[in-house]
């Protein structure tokens, strides 16, 4: 990007002020802010004005999970149909690993956090040797693309080049990096971090399918046929991905989208929970849960919001290919952003002081016209790695590694 296209972009966006120091920046640091502002989707600044308007939620009934008993019976069936899908090529994977561990004490990406006891065990390792169980099962290979951010592509690339991508073929994965939003105050101005950096962060993990638009790896999705792309998140050192059962009863359901579910293990648990909204499948968010919700019952007699959502979807690549051209609803999330001020220092607050713009994962699942919840055992595939100690920690993941037979 030009200096004369990123002052257009920049006034266009009521931004100017991103341009400030530039005159007395040296030539690599006004290379970095150009690259900056190329890169920063200054159009999310538009809806700050709708905040109460996007918070608003429709009308939530409850939406019927596949449960474990259910699944037991068309097993054989469920995973023909997966493993002849693999083996047709038709099945990618994306990782979407774009954070740090910072909630871990570690300045590193999270995927390379170690949880081992005895040995060096990542969190990386573990998905990969995750994925490549159903490789060896299907003797075919799957294209797994992981979603990384200008804060940790290098060290990412770098680390799992080092440790020869724990035995996975490198042809077969592709990285791409997540796009940013700013982060602005109240008013809808952005912050500077520095002199020649925007206050950017990832735009949420909603961002990942036009991320990947956008850094042409849908070409790759396209050329080599892949017809559905199964989305997961870093720190479940459990799950399992490209689930030949779990593709299998989304195709024989003929649904456009699947959705990892468990049982909750409380009704204030802190996960998503799957529902209709409007008449579509849809996520509410364990913060939007009201004891009305959160005490209704089914017809069992059980909770009727029982299932909750682990961020591993299943997408039709052809029903995604609908979504790409509408917006998705924005989050503008309340945060704590460190900034530098009028005077060119360096300040961490240490209380909320602007906005964050994120979009998520869920919003897309509402976009889709049907989805199957699909139960897994949480024991079995849930082990969340959130905080170092407590609820989904650290701490917990080793033990349920342990009870699986995961050497640490």
């Not at 409850?62 to 997966?82: C, Q, V």
């Not at 299998?248 to 699947?258: P, Q």
């Not at 869920?362 to 024991?379: A, I, N, Q």
Request: hydrophobic fraction near 40%; charge should be negative; proline fraction near 4%.
């Amino acid at each position: 990007m030009t200096y004369q296209e990123a002052c257009k972009k920049l006034e266009e966006a009521g931004q100017f002020h991103v341009l400030k120091h530039y005159d007395s920046l040296t030539e690599k640091q006004k290379k970095n802010l150009l690259a900056d502002i190329e890169l920063t989707d200054f159009t999310v600044l538009s809806y700050l004005e709708k905040r109460e308007e996007l918070m608003k939620k429709g009308v939530i009934t409850p939406l019927a999970a596949m449960e474990i008993s259910e699944i037991e019976k068309s097993r054989d069936w469920f995973e023909e149909l997966g493993y002849r899908a693999i083996r047709q090529g038709k099945v990618g994977t994306v990782l979407l690993a774009g954070g740090m561990g910072t909630r871990l004490g570690s300045e590193e990406p999270k995927g390379m956090y170690d949880i081992g006891l005895t040995k060096p065990v990542y969190i990386f390792e573990r998905i990969l040797s995750n994925l490549l169980d159903v490789v060896r099962k299907a003797s075919a290979w799957i294209h797994l693309f992981i979603m990384t951010s200008d804060k940790n592509h290098d060290a990412t690339v770098a680390f799992l080049a080092a440790h020869d991508y724990f035995g996975y073929k490198p042809g077969y994965i592709h990285f791409f990096r997540q796009e940013m939003a700013p982060a602005s105050d109240y008013s809808g101005r952005v912050y500077m971090e520095g002199p020649d950096k925007i206050a950017n962060s990832p735009n949420g993990n909603g961002g990942w399918y036009s991320s990947m638009a956008n850094g042409k790896i849908l070409e790759i999705v396209k050329n080599r046929g892949i017809e559905w792309l199964n989305v997961f998140a870093v720190d479940n050192v459990l799950q399992r991905m490209a689930d030949p059962c779990f593709v299998g009863a989304t195709i024989a359901r003929g649904c456009s989208c699947g959705a990892k579910v468990v049982k909750k293990n409380a009704p204030d648990e802190k996960v998503g929970v799957m529902c209709l909204e409007d008449g579509r499948p849809s996520i509410v968010e364990y913060y939007d849960l009201t004891d009305e919700l959160m005490n209704a019952k089914n017809e069992k007699g059980e909770p009727a919001y029982y299932f909750g959502a682990i961020l591993n979807y299943l997408f039709e690549v052809r029903a995604l290919e609908e979504t790409i051209s509408r917006k998705l609803p924005l989050h503008i999330v309340e945060k704590k952003i460190p900034y530098m001020d009028d005077n060119g220092n360096f300040v961490k607050p240490d209380k909320p002081n602007g906005y964050k713009y994120e979009t998520l994962v869920l919003d897309m699942v509402h976009m889709m016209d049907s989805c199957l919840p699909f139960e897994v055992d949480r024991h079995y595939e849930f082990a969340p790695i959130k905080n170092m100690t407590g609820i989904d920690s650290v701490e917990t993941a080793r033990v349920l590694c342990q009870e699986n037979g995961i050497e640490l």
